[in-house]
């Protein structure tokens, strides 16, 4: 077989292993650094400094009776976490993590560090987020428990109101590349600005990036937008009724949302594997030279989900109603008036 | 040879999926089958070279649309439709409405065979009649949908507002202030 379909094959393998390993590492990170915020240490038995964790938590779910309710839908009820998390991984497949690389010299012509790029790799992540919905509000519907229900209800009108958002802050961003392929809007921010500031589209879209970040964590539906699963409202929201394998799927459908959040946040907004700082710094002609993009790349997608970690165990909870009027009557209008101004000066300065 | 294979594969999906829409007595599975059928849809669309309309397709109606029609068939909590209570005093099955259904059907399904008929060339992709790039390309099919069918597309938009400002005014009870 050749070699490089081998490569390609392996680097589709490691992004879904990178996958599952994120959702492990982030469960353990978020105890850590929420033991940190909280003053206190987390978990620290299992293994040195409570490494190992996240293996005796896989190893309890694993091992606890799966339970369903006596009115519950039996199909739904099954294929809702399946749902959840298939639509989690799928997502990540247009997300490029690298440049493209020879391996060192090992390959005639480069391969590209990714599952798959097609052209319109921004929608295609867009479509199958958008699926991701079904799984929660089949969850909360098939339980046949009110509080599931009202877990499944909340998150199926918070994520469609926050989508519009989402969406309007994504094509600004489209519009300055000029392009719908992920791995063309990170290429279109290589370079500086006066040879001291990276060409990253955060500079162009600050008012974008931020009205993402807020849309992405309500379309993760992490706090401080978690109502789903509002614990003091809704016991535990639409996965009230899981149990074993069916409920740990949804949070690790979780995890690997937020991974793929700020993967394509870095991609879109922060140069994705083009400069490690926000300025220029003697370090970004060594990483392109050698191909250490990817690590770059991992370093600030990092970087980002620190960021959502904290804004978790710091911001309390808003209240439902205030949540609807602040997507539709602030941030709706606020990313369509970006994407006109952004429109407006991009005519003005290339036309 | 598996290109067809594939499109055998998505076409019968399609099929099944909205007989099954129709023949499902329970309304949350005919939604969720209905998104089955234009997922399938989706992908026959990709096989003819039209990524962005299978994506649109996706987003909006998959993504958003059937997302609506859970939301309020779970909100109204509908009842199984059950087949032993056949109400016959329900208005869509007085005698004189049903004939004029079915002579609609029998009309429709002799236009589409027609059609079907006088089409030669329904081998060929959707690119290939309409010039390859107007379909496959994002860029192309804005320029043309905002240049060459300007109107259609501004009548449309402006149907949907219209179609808003109808559901707005439904919405607000009777009497109700501001």
Redesign the interface.
């Known amino acids: 077989m050749d070699l490089r379909l081998v490569i390609q094959l392996v680097v589709i393998g490691l992004t879904f292993f990178m996958l599952i390993n994120a959702s492990a590492l982030l469960v353990l990170a978020e105890r850590k650094i929420m033991g940190f915020m909280q003053q206190r240490y987390g978990p620290y038995l299992v293994g040195p400094h409570g490494a190992l964790q996240p293996f005796a938590d896989i190893l309890k779910l694993l091992f606890k009776e799966e339970l369903r309710p006596k009115g519950a839908d039996k199909w739904l009820f099954t294929l809702a976490p399946v749902l959840s998390v298939t639509a989690a991984f799928a997502a990540f497949a247009t997300v490029p993590w690298g440049a493209e690389t020879t391996l060192f010299g090992l390959l005639d012509q480069p391969i590209k560090l990714g599952v798959a790029d097609v052209n319109v790799g921004l929608l295609v992540i867009f479509a199958i987020t958008s699926m991701g919905v079904y799984g929660i509000v089949l969850a909360g519907w098939s339980s046949n428990s009110k509080y599931s229900l009202f877990g499944g209800l909340r998150a199926s009108a918070q994520m469609i109101s926050y989508e519009l958002s989402y969406a309007t802050s994504l094509a600004a961003v489209v519009m300055l590349a000029g392009s719908l392929s992920v791995r063309e809007i990170v290429d279109a921010q290589q370079g500086t600005w006066f040879g001291v500031i990276n060409h990253w589209f955060i500079f162009l879209q600050p008012v974008g990036f931020i009205i993402y970040a807020i849309a992405g964590v309500a379309e993760t539906n992490r706090a401080p937008f978690d109502f789903p699963e509002a614990e003091q409202e809704l016991v535990a929201g639409y996965n009230t009724e899981y149990s074993s394998v069916r409920f740990a799927l949804f949070p690790q459908a979780e995890y690997i949302n937020m991974a793929t959040m700020s993967a394509v946040a870095t991609d879109l907004y922060l140069g994705g594997w083009h400069g490690l700082l926000p300025f220029y710094t003697p370090l970004d002609p060594l990483i392109e030279q050698y191909g250490l993009g990817w690590a770059v790349f991992l370093a600030k997608v990092g970087g980002f989900l620190f960021f959502y970690i904290w804004m978790r165990w710091t911001l309390p909870r808003y209240r439902y109603d205030q949540l609807m009027g602040f997507g539709w009557k602030f941030l709706l209008p606020v990313s369509v008036l970006n994407l006109i101004v952004t429109a407006a000066v991009w005519l003005y300065f290339n036309a | 040879m598996p290109e067809t294979l594939v499109f055998y594969a998505f076409s019968a999906l399609a099929v099944v999926a909205s007989a099954c829409v129709i023949g499902q007595r329970n309304p949350?599975y005919s939604v969720?089958l209905l998104?089955l059928s234009f997922a399938a849809i989706a992908g026959l669309f990709i096989q003819l070279d039209a990524?962005?309309l299978a994506?649109?397709l996706?987003?909006v109606y998959?993504?958003?649309i059937m997302?609506?029609f859970?939301?309020v068939v779970?909100?109204l909590n509908a009842p199984q439709e059950d087949a032993l209570i056949w109400d016959r005093t329900h208005p869509l099955r007085h005698p004189v409405i049903t004939r004029v259904g079915t002579l609609l059907a029998v009309v429709l399904i002799v236009e589409l065979a027609y059609a079907l008929m006088r089409g030669n060339d329904l081998a060929q992709g959707v690119g290939s009649r309409a010039g390859r790039e107007t379909v496959s390309?994002?860029r192309e099919l804005g320029r043309v949908l905002f240049t060459d069918y300007m109107f259609a597309f501004e009548a449309t938009s402006v149907l949907i507002l219209v179609a808003m400002v109808g559901a707005v005014l439904m919405a607000r009870r009777e009497g109700e202030q501001s």
């Open positions: 949350m969720l998104v990524p962005f994506l649109a996706m987003i998959a993504g958003a997302v609506l859970l939301f779970m909100l390309s994002v």
